[in-house]
């Protein structure tokens, strides 16, 4: 004759829910954090391209003040820019640094022009350290020529900034930033 126990199913029942509820309780060791470097891996991109100019290529414009404006296809980096003469064009006249506008895309470039005359310019004529996008990758270099007529000439930053489509806002030169007197300086 075999021997057999029987447990109550209630007893069982709580023993076993005892035990799973203790077992929930247990969490896993804390892993220790990771130490990421601060590097920000941006996917490669294609190479920024012109894709609209004032002047456009082989427009006649007015002589005197003139917005150089060319804008991209691709957000740009504010400090990466090149423009050298084009070959068998005058060099234009201009200010050294050229202003990234809000939109990131657009450059302006304040110039003066004089009548009768082709002018070119080569935009990243050397592709390092040129207009590049926001993850450094070169523009395609562009070549763009154009002419200035005879008629009256420019003479206002106002008027050549309606020229080139402008805003109030988008001037190609800023304000230099207010000095601010440093505090607690003894006289």
């Given amino acids: 004759m075999s021997l057999r126990h029987r447990v109550p199913v209630t007893v069982l029942l709580a023993a076993l829910s005892a035990g799973s509820a203790s077992a929930q309780a247990q969490k896993p060791p804390a892993e220790a954090p990771n130490a990421v ?9 294609s190479p920024p391209r012109l894709v609209s100019s004032y002047p456009a290529q082989d427009q ?8 150089l404006k060319v ?5 740009m980096s504010p400090t990466a820019w ?3 003469p084009a070959a068998a064009a005058e060099p234009l006249d201009c200010v050294k640094t050229p ?4 939109d990131q895309k657009t450059f302006v470039l304040l110039c003066r022009v004089q009548a009768g005359r082709t002018y070119g310019v080569t935009l990243n004529a050397e592709r390092a350290g040129g207009f590049s996008n926001l993850g450094d990758n070169p523009a395609q270099t562009a070549v763009l020529t154009f002419k200035v007529g005879a008629e009256a000439p420019v003479t206002t930053l106002r008027r050549a900034m309606t020229a ?3 805003k109030d806002d988008e001037t190609p030169v800023q304000d230099a930033p207010p000095m601010t007197m440093a505090t607690g300086a003894s006289r």
């Fill in 164 to 166: 080139a489509g402008l």
């Fill in 37 to 45: 470097s601060p590097v920000l891996i941006l996917p490669p991109t």
């Fill in 60 to 67: 006649v414009v007015a002589p005197g003040v003139l917005i």
């Fill in 99 to 102: 202003r990234r506008l809000a």
């Fill in 71 to 75: 804008a991209f296809d691709q957000q």
């Fill in 82 to 84: 090149n423009y050298a």
